[in-house]
């Protein structure tokens, strides 16, 4: 771990597991209170300077953390694969893409506000740092959301403690290896454990801001922790986006675009495509392209060449989509396809493509993170909007069409934090990215996310001394 500007073991340890194969990857440190308690006493310590530092200089740390992480991404890339499943070429992308991020957001700058300019007072409204912030992510992008907390949060001239998944600790240990010389000591910590860290973590009184993601579910309990000491909070949550086929797509232009807004990471993605809708028109010509498409896909070990698609990350998830699966399979619900998967120990399972279930089906109400596509006919726009937004998430959603200002003004419809017209996925550290209802509280990327890990703070000078 990186406690206090060193590399530090702990005694406990915790398992991490390759999930490709099932066995024992490797021991990660199991950070005690006492770590956490150094870790949070450093950061604090540290706040008072690197705060006050000019905020060009802190752009500078972040940037050489940028080089670093893309001039070892090979390393970091095969560590990824091993410990989180997806494919080395996904892994690399996510490893470029956080370097790519860090870069984005170092770009920002944090606004200074006229208010008030007269012969009677001069007003001025800058955004200072909050103070230590703890980060915690989840396992499907272990680096890239990393990146998402640790760029904006040092730029404002917080400090840092991040918190992998217990699933996934192994790249962000890494990068402790990485920001060893970047930063002045106690600025950026790394700390890993088991599941009790993070309630102990965004419960303890030393920390001032919590930028969380993961699921729907805990991030109620962080914010129900966070309220001990009103700490601020950003949540970025779960989500169930759909997927609108309009009546007038080129099947065959679409296709692979489509399989991949769903399948890519396994499913594992927040903003995975988990409902998609197909106009009545084109459904079944889609239906059998995707099905076509599905059986060109290898699923496989990571490391392996040609593997598309890697295992679900870990055992926990794995089970909950068996049974996911399985209750589909009991309700008499149609698969349209479902592909090979290695024999092997490894949490795979296999590409899975469902024939119109019934809207009220749990394959189609919850949020499945895992390769499943559920394909649901609808007959006309207003039915499929209703449809569409009958979700407490809304984290993105894509709309699909060869008339780009008719999917424009359907999307104008649709309950998301973003929407997508003839793409999905796509962010940009320069663009905000927002959940609504139980999709998130808060903002990510973009000023509004860089503002995010800050405090407005207002001065203003009446023109006349006493
Ligand atoms: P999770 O909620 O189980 O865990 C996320 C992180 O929280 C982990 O680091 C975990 O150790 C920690 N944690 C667990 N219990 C905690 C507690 N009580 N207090 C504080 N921290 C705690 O989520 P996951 O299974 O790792 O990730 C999958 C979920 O994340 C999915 O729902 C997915 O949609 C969501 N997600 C959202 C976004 C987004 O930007 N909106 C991005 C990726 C994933």
């Given at each position: 771990m990186l406690i206090a500007g060193k590399l530090v073991a702990a005694t406990n340890k915790i398992e991490v597991i390759n999930p490709s194969t099932a066995e024992t990857l490797a021991l990660a440190p199991d950070a005690s209170q006492g770590d956490l308690d150094r870790a949070i006493g450093a950061a604090r310590a540290a706040f008072p300077h690197w705060s006050a530092l000019p905020v060009d200089t802190r752009r500078k740390s972040i940037l050489a953390l940028a080089d670093k992480i893309e001039a070892s991404s090979e390393a970091l890339s095969r560590l990824l694969t091993a410990e989180q499943g997806k494919p080395y070429a996904d892994a690399n992308s996510e490893v470029m893409g956080a370097a790519a991020w860090l870069r984005g957001t170092a770009s920002l700058d944090l606004p200074i506000t006229v208010n008030e300019d007269s012969e009677a007072r001069y007003s001025e409204t800058r955004h200072v740092p909050l103070g230590v912030v703890a980060a915690i992510a989840p396992w499907n992008y272990p680096l890239l959301l990393a990146a998402f907390k640790i760029g904006p949060a040092l730029l404002a001239g917080n400090c840092l403690l991040l918190k992998p998944s217990p699933f996934t600790p192994l790249a962000t240990l890494k990068l402790g290896e990485l920001a060893l010389d970047l930063?002045?000591?106690?600025?950026f910590n790394i700390i890993s454990g088991c599941n009790s860290l993070g309630p102990k973590l965004t419960s303890h009184?030393?920390?001032?801001k919590i930028s969380f993601t993961g699921s729907t579910e805990t991030g109620r309990k962080v914010l129900a922790s966070a309220s001990g000491s009103l700490k601020r909070v950003t949540l970025e949550l779960g989500g169930n986006d759909p997927a609108i086929i309009m009546h007038d797509v080129d099947v065959s232009i679409l296709t692979e675009a489509l399989f991949w807004a769903a399948f890519s990471n396994a499913g594992q993605?927040?903003?995975?495509?988990?409902r998609v809708y197909i106009h009545t028109a084109v459904y079944e010509e889609l239906r059998d392209a995707l099905v076509d498409y599905a059986k060109t896909i290898k699923v496989g070990d990571?490391?392996?060449?040609?593997?598309?698609i890697g295992p679900i990350n870990n055992r926990p998830q794995y089970e909950r989509l068996r049974h996911l699966v399985q209750d589909a399979r009991q309700a008499g619900i149609l698969f349209a396809f479902e592909g090979d998967i290695p024999n092997s120990p490894g949490y795979f399972l296999p590409v899975t493509i469902l024939d119109?279930?019934?809207?009220?089906?749990s394959i189609v109400q919850?949020?499945?993170?895992?390769?499943i596509m559920p394909l649901l006919r609808f007959d006309s726009y207003d039915e499929v909007i209703t449809k569409a937004n009958a979700t407490p998430y809304g984290l993105g959603a894509s709309i699909w069409a060869k008339d780009e200002e008719a999917a424009w003004e359907l999307g104008t419809r649709v309950k998301a934090g973003t929407v997508w017209i003839n793409e999905a996925r796509h962010l940009s550290p320069l663009v905000p990215f927002a959940g609504h209802d139980q999709s998130g509280f808060g903002v990510e990327g973009g000023l509004d996310g860089l503002l995010e890990f800050t405090v407005p703070k207002t001065m203003i000078r009446k023109r006349q001394a006493v």
């Open positions: 930063f002045p000591a106690g600025v009184p030393g920390i001032d993605i927040c903003i995975a495509s988990k990571g490391l392996e060449q040609g593997t598309r119109n279930p019934p809207e009220d089906s919850e949020e499945q993170f895992g390769p």
